[in-house]
């Protein structure tokens, strides 16, 4: 097991909240009546629904992974048509006018935009190919001398079956044998092998225990955890591996992305006069 021990983001919180909270506009918004160029693919009760609509919502249909489908845009236009005879209702009955949805008119405009504006920004401030690199040098530096493990473990239910496990292997029973009947069906099947792993990735009686054996030696009584009771066998040691810098590429362009946004969403509210 490779292990980097850095906590990246995997996304930008802040940047998905608003593109989550951006949708279509509210209905009793005016929007089918505003009209733009082209030909309308429907008009309902004498208003135009342009057909730039059914194109934005292909788009981003298509952005968000839907299949193709020969009747999308039919689909689309019979959807934009209902919405639109809802709007038409809603208004007739004075929805639009209430205060609560004014204000959630004003909410969906605003969240549409910064959506627009977060996807323009993103593009436009992408961490370069030499940001990736500096940051990948400056955390594989910062892993010093650290060590990872490479461990075998079983697993049992009571300190008593644990204790004659390691009575047994201290009678020649084999290791891989006894794991057989451990209760980490992860590990079990592979003589409890555990692979390669930083001791931050254990549970801390466990990575104790381990840190403490010799290459080649095993807990001599068993080490008690949350899961039960584990005989521990050291493999081997060695000086932690980065992994290269492909492998965490996409993960450190997201990190420096986000580190970006950050430091442009706080140099916003500092220079804004806000009482």
Request: charged residues 25%; contains cysteine.
């Amino acid at each position: 097991m490779k292990f980097f021990p850095i906590h990246l983001s995997v996304a930008f919180s802040t940047l998905f909240v608003l593109t989550a909270c951006a949708g279509d506009p509210a209905p009793g918004t005016s929007s089918t009546t505003s009209g733009t160029a082209g030909e309308p693919v429907a008009v309902v009760n004498g208003v135009a629904i342009p057909n730039e609509f059914v194109e934005v919502i292909i788009a981003e249909q298509r952005a968000q992974g839907a299949p193709e489908d020969p009747n999308m845009k039919d689909n689309i236009r019979k959807e934009l048509v209902r919405r639109t005879l809802l709007e038409q209702d809603a208004v007739k009955a004075g929805i639009n006018k209430r205060p609560d949805t004014v204000v959630r008119q004003d909410l969906a405009r605003q969240n549409a935009l910064i959506r627009d504006y977060v996807q323009d920004w993103t593009k436009n401030n992408a961490p370069t190919d030499a940001e990736v690199e500096q940051e990948y040098e400056k955390i594989k530096t910062s892993l010093g001398d650290q060590k990872e493990f490479h461990v075998r473990h079983i697993l049992l239910k009571t300190e008593q079956e644990a204790k004659t496990a390691i009575s047994n292997l201290g009678k020649g029973a084999k290791f891989a044998e006894l794991a057989k009947k451990s209760l980490d069906p992860g590990s079990r099947d592979n003589g409890g092998d555990l692979g390669w792993a930083s001791p931050a990735l254990f549970v801390p009686p466990f990575s104790q225990a381990m840190i403490g054996l010799s290459r080649g030696k095993y807990t001599t009584t068993p080490v008690k955890t949350s899961y039960g009771y584990h005989v521990i066998l050291l493999e081997d040691v060695r000086d932690l591996q980065a992994p290269s810098l492909d492998e965490v590429k996409p993960e450190l362009q997201q990190r420096l992305q986000q580190m970006k946004w950050q430091a442009y969403i706080e140099q916003l509210e500092k220079n804004a006069d806000v009482k």
